[in-house]
């Protein structure tokens, strides 16, 4: 059974730090492109950030300079750092596991909320 479990949201400040944690079972791990995304009430899912088997990266433009991901291969787990947080970051972030068409799999998501 494959599961995508996140944790680390929460309520901060803005200009606050949260770091989100996504740990994932029965895929193998190393095999998948790992990605953060997130929802907004009212809005459509949208993608944060992801990061390849090889480490490469990308971001939205919204978050580059602020957020950075990270996988740990050992413990078959992908974090978001989220530093500078604004009310605008408040969503529903959500892990993701993607091998191109064959296989994608989204976990339950964790709230992050940003308000003074």
């Known amino acids: 059974q494959v599961q995508l479990v996140e944790s680390g949201g929460g309520l901060v400040q803005p200009g606050g730090s949260l770091r989100l944690s996504c740990s994932v079972s029965g895929i193998s791990f190393k095999s998948y492109t790992m990605g953060w995304y997130r929802q907004a009430p009212g809005k459509q899912r949208e993608m944060v950030a992801r990061?390849?088997?090889?480490?490469?990266?990308n971001y939205a433009n919204s978050v580059l300079g602020r957020f950075t991901i990270s996988r740990d291969n050992d413990k078959n787990t992908v974090y978001l750092q989220m530093n500078s947080l604004k009310p605008e970051d408040t969503a529903v972030y959500y892990c993701?596991?993607?091998?191109?068409?064959?296989?994608?799999?989204w976990g339950q998501g964790t709230q992050v909320t940003v308000s003074s």
């Open positions: 990061i390849s088997l090889g480490g490469t990266t």
């Open positions: 993701n596991a993607n091998w191109g068409t064959i296989s994608n799999f």
